[in-house]
């Protein structure tokens, strides 16, 4: 699967931003799909993705409440929709995917074979 991230851009803190995961060469919904992202000089940081059972939700600590993952089947897309913004948002956010079958780590960034380009995502304060 071919993955294309998109929707990032600069936004003041408090505010909001959606970014989007649409799929070629393959259907997302026959994977298990999360969000990542990365700042210079870190590793990358499990953000959110859907867990094991049927379309549950599983988040990093720093973003629940704030972040919610969602997907259109019709569309192949996969969204992320960001709110109440944090200048420690700021990063490329990428989004990843894997077998259903996997049942390692859903946080595990070396779990998911495929990868999206990454898109920017830089909060003012």
């Known amino acids: 699967v071919q993955l294309q991230a998109s929707g990032g851009g600069l936004v003041q803190a408090g505010g909001s931003l959606r970014l989007a995961c649409a799929a070629s060469?393959?259907?997302?919904?026959?994977?298990?799909v999360g969000w990542f992202r990365q700042t210079p000089g870190k590793e990358r940081e499990f953000v959110a993705a859907?867990?094991?059972?049927?379309?549950?939700?599983y988040y990093a600590n720093s973003v629940k409440g704030r972040f919610t993952i969602s997907r259109d089947n019709v569309k192949n897309t996969v969204y992320l929709q960001m709110n109440s913004l944090k200048p420690e948002d700021t990063a490329v956010y990428y989004c990843?995917?894997?077998?259903?079958?996997?049942?390692?780590?859903?946080?595990?960034?070396?779990?998911?074979?495929?990868w999206g380009q990454g898109t920017q995502v830089t909060v003012s304060s």
């Open positions: 060469e393959g259907t997302l919904s026959s994977y298990r």
């Open positions: 859907f867990s094991w059972r049927g379309e549950g939700t």
């Open positions: 990843a995917a894997r077998s259903t079958v996997n049942l390692g780590a859903l946080g595990n960034a070396g779990e998911y074979p495929y």
